[in-house]
Structure formats: C-alpha cells, structure tokens
C-alpha cells in the first residue's frame, strides 16, 4: 500500500468517526443543540481539525443525512422490479419504510427530522436542464421516488388528472416531517415507534385518498397494517 493510499484510507476513517459521534450527539441532544466543538471534542480533535474535513454544521449534517437517506433508497431500489403498478409501487414503498424504521428507528430520525436538509427538495424542483446539480442529490432523489409513483397513478386512472403531482409530493414529505419532528423532540425514552407509524400510515391514506381518481375504490388506496414485533411469528406458528 502506497503512502498516499494509507493517508486516504486513514482520512476516510476520521470522517467516518467523525459522522458517527455527531450522529451520536445529534439523537442524544438534536441538531440545533450540537456545535462543531461539541463534535470536534467527541471525535477526540481540535475544532481547526474538524474543519478541515467539513466547513461547517450545515456540510457535515447534510452528509450525515445523505448516507441515512442512500441506505433507505438502497433498501427500496433493492426491492423494487419492472411492471409494478402504481398502487404496488406505493405498497412496496411502504413496506420497505416499515422496515427501514423498525431496523433503525433512529436513523430515520436522522434522516426525516431535516427541513434544512430536504428543503433543498423543497425548493418547487427545477427541470433537471436548469438545475443539475441541486436535482441530482440524494433529497431530490427521494422527492422524484415519490413524484415518480404519483405521476404514474395518474397515468394509470388511480388518481385525478388534475392532481399536481408536485404539490402532493411536498404535502406528503411534510406531513412526514412534521410527525417525525414531533417524535424527535420527545426524549428518547418516550417515542412512541408504532403510534408513529400508525399515524403517518393515516396520514398517508387520507392524502392519496384525496387525489384518487372519481370512481376509484377508495379501499384500494389503504396501507398494510403495522404489525406488532413478533406478531408475524405468532401468526406463523397458528398456521402450522
């Protein structure tokens, strides 16, 4: 191994301590209550070290909630498959949600109670030609998942022609947000996982409830259940 490959390899490692005493404080803490001393003391480096991996707060909260929401794409591309309808690709998303949260409530945490970060998604999207660069991050890759699914509901006749899919997108997200922002500012010991899950499955339901096309069986647009842990086991065993 050359020098200047181990020097990249031990530059990469910091930044991953670094990433993860701020994760750390932020969940312990939350972000507005986090500075780059306080960071800089938990990664055991001088404040002027720190900056010379990150700029600031807002550059290294924005990576910190980049590779949260890379991990929760990744889960959903993996798991998605060509010719899925509208409404199964809304289900899949879900579920995949589902799964994501209850494997790692906190980092979902990390990467939802973000507006400074997702309002870059906010920002009432410009075409990819005007914008490549702010439409090609991670945020606006999320927002387009979502827009993506709408657009192709209407296509199908789930949902009314004269839904705009941007707006309904946004409503979404920020409904999500405001939900996982209220959850986050009660101590750790007092979230309430399922009832939040449960509140933004309702939250969900009565949104595309809302854009569903005139004729559509409302009953269609309706989420799985939120599971207990270990429900799925129980039920398992009864049908042995």
């Given amino acids: 191994m050359g020098i200047q490959e181990r020097k990249g390899r031990e530059r990469e490692a910091r930044k991953a301590l670094i990433l993860c005493g701020a994760e750390e404080l932020i969940l312990e803490r939350g972000v507005d209550a986090v500075n780059m001393e306080d960071i ?30 890379r991990r929760f794409i990744n889960t959903v591309q993996a798991q998605s498959r060509p010719g899925l309808s509208a409404l199964e690709q809304i289900r899949m998303f879900w579920l ?44 606006a890759f999320l927002y387009g998942m979502i827009k993506g699914m709408i657009i192709q509901g209407i296509n199908e006749g789930i949902f009314d022609s004269a839904t705009d899919p941007d707006i309904s997108t946004r409503t979404l997200l920020s409904l999500f947000l405001y939900i996982i922002e209220c959850i986050a500012a009660l101590p750790k010991a007092e979230r309430k996982t399922l009832q939040s899950i449960a509140e ?41």
């Fill in 200 to 240: 933004m499955k309702k939250v969900f339901e009565i949104t595309l409830r809302g854009i569903a096309a005139e004729g559509v069986d409302r009953s269609l647009l309706t989420l799985p259940e939120l599971k207990q842990h270990g429900q799925e086991e129980e039920e398992h065993e009864k049908n042995i």
């Fill in 40 to 69: 800089a003391q938990k990664a055991e480096l001088s404040t002027a070290t720190l900056y010379l991996y990150f700029s600031g707060k807002d550059a290294l909260f924005k990576e910190l909630c980049d590779s949260n929401t």
């Fill in 96 to 139: 995949n949600y589902l799964s994501f949260y209850e494997m790692s409530d906190e980092h979902m945490l990390i990467m939802l109670n973000m507006r400074r970060y997702i309002a870059e998604a906010f920002r009432y999207i410009s075409p990819p030609e005007e914008s490549p660069e702010r439409n090609s991050s991670t945020s």
